[in-house]
């Protein structure tokens, strides 16, 4: 079945290193997105991209960065992981359908730790 | 741009009953409303939603009403079942579909057996 799949799925990292969590999808869909999920807070977007060529800041870009290295791939990065970034990221995706009706399907998402 | 309040934040249920939870939004332009269920340790994932040129639509103990007056839409699930608790989220669509859905905060629903 087509499916939209992150790595890693756990991830436990120290204050200042680089992280880089993948997503990929096998689902054709040209719209991907970064979220980030927080108790109490919800689901908060962090970036997304419409196209290959495409990258929109989200509600909290700041310390992350990402990269669409094709249509199937999107990859969120921190460039120096701190505490406050430790929370459950999930990647989605979506295709595109008149009048924007369009079911987002998620990752199985990835823990990440910053010690 | 759009904003979305989620209420109530928990809500627990005795097996059987009703749950409604209730949403508000923004942005009048908004014209999609989806409801996600995230169950423990899982993915969200699309349970029903609902257009801004439709009152209500049901599947089968779930439904979801929008009052595009008000700028609130709910859903409601009636018949409760243990599998029925997880956290729900709620979300909106401005217009264009060119912008990303906005969530609600979610609500922890406990169906009490």
């Known amino acids: 079945d087509a499916d939209v799949t992150q790595t890693p799925r756990n991830r436990i990292t120290k204050t200042g290193k680089r992280i880089m969590l993948e997503c990929s999808q096998t689902k054709g869909h040209d719209r991907m997105y970064w979220y980030r999920q927080d108790p109490g807070l919800g689901l908060r977007l962090i970036y997304y991209?419409?196209?290959?060529?495409?990258?929109n800041k989200g509600e909290i870009s700041d310390g992350y960065s990402v990269s669409r290295q094709a249509q199937a791939k999107f990859s969120l990065s921190l460039e120096s992981a701190i505490p406050n970034q430790t929370a459950l990221y999930f990647c989605?995706?979506?295709?595109?359908?008149?009048?924007?009706?369009?079911?987002?399907?998620f990752g199985p998402g990835t823990r990440l730790t910053v010690l | 741009g759009e904003n979305v309040e989620q209420h109530p934040s928990t809500l627990s249920v005795q097996e059987g009953d009703s749950a409604v939870i209730k949403c508000t939004y923004s942005?009048?332009?908004?014209?999609?409303f989806p409801w996600y269920k995230q169950e423990l340790g899982k993915r969200p994932q699309l349970i029903i939603d609902?257009?801004?040129?439709?009152g209500e639509k049901k599947d089968q103990r779930i439904a979801v009403t929008l009052n595009k007056t008000a700028k609130h839409f709910s859903l409601h699930i009636t018949e409760t079942q243990p599998e029925d608790s997880a956290v729900y989220f709620c979300?909106?669509?401005?217009?264009?579909?060119?912008?990303?859905?906005?969530f609600g905060k979610g609500t922890r629903l406990s169906v009490i057996a």
């Open positions: 942005d009048s332009a908004s014209n999609y």
């Open positions: 979300a909106a669509r401005p217009y264009s579909g060119n912008t990303p859905l906005v």
């Open positions: 989605a995706t979506s295709d595109l359908r008149p009048g924007g009706y369009n079911e987002q399907f």
């Open positions: 609902i257009r801004s040129n439709v």
């Open positions: 991209s419409f196209d290959v060529k495409d990258i």
